[in-house]
């Protein structure tokens, strides 16, 4: 089994940043894509940023492009999701997936592997 867990989550002003990371354990595919998706209240689930098994693509949700950067580190197992300039609008629980194939992808059904969710409130 593959545990997939988030964190950085909390509380922030409008205009602030915030980092969320994410690590897998367990029997982890190497050459995986990883991927950032969020729900916001009411609403469904999005994808927000997705990486290749290298780090060489990206793909980002329109909302979200030149604010959110998506990392991985290899060596570490972990995936960041670096957020600026947020605003009330990216209030939502923020998941990390990964795939069983190396592509950056937004296609939900293609991640097998999913945290529990973690927090982010943007307001003044």
């Known amino acids: 089994q593959v545990h997939v867990e988030e964190s950085g989550g909390g509380l922030v002003q409008p205009g602030g940043s915030l980092t969320l990371s994410c690590v897998a354990s367990?029997?982890?595919?190497?050459?995986?894509?990883m991927g950032w998706f969020r729900r916001a209240p009411g609403k469904e689930r999005e994808v927000v940023a997705a990486i290749n098994w290298s780090g060489g693509d990206t793909t980002y949700a329109d909302s979200v492009k030149g604010r959110f950067t998506i990392s991985r580190d290899n060596a570490k197992n972990t995936e960041d999701l670096q957020m600026n300039s947020l605003n009330p609008e990216d209030t939502a629980v923020y998941y990390c997936a990964r795939t069983t194939v190396p592509i950056a992808t937004s296609r939900s059904e293609l991640y097998r592997y999913w945290g529990q969710g973690t927090q982010v409130t943007v307001s003044s």
């Open positions: 367990g029997r982890t595919v190497s050459r995986d894509g």
